[in-house]
């Protein structure tokens, strides 16, 4: 049989773990949003345009109006995910990674243009 003080150390050490671990789902969860967000908004730029022999201008032009579809598919996902109770942080990392992600693209796009 455990003590009392035992099992408050026990309880203090799995929230302590369950913080970091909520932390790390989050950092995952941003990478994650990140690169689905870029790669299937250069994907869809590609298949947008369609010609290898386009200029760079039109591939971030094309690249930057399929963020209409990339970001709220990715979102959506983020979303989904968020709703298991154990990943949710993760859901949630996805979501802010798409937004971070959409922020930069269209950043790059109004640079370039």
């Not at 990339?70 to 959506?76: D, I, V």
């Not at 154990?86 to 798409?98: D, H, S």
């Amino acid at each position: 049989m455990t003590s009392y003080k035992t099992d408050r150390a026990r309880a203090a050490a799995r929230a302590a773990d369950s913080a970091v671990y909520g932390r790390r789902r989050f950092m995952t969860g941003f990478i994650l949003g990140l690169v689905i967000l870029i790669v299937s908004a250069f994907v869809f730029g590609f298949v947008l345009v369609g010609d290898l022999g386009e200029t760079m201008k039109v591939r971030f032009g094309a690249t930057a109006i399929s963020l209409l579809l990339a970001a709220p598919l990715t979102c959506a996902l983020g979303f989904l995910i968020g709703l298991f109770a154990k990943v949710r942080r993760m859901g949630m990392g996805i979501v802010v990674g798409a937004l971070v992600g959409t922020l930069l693209l269209g950043g790059v796009f109004l640079l370039v243009r």
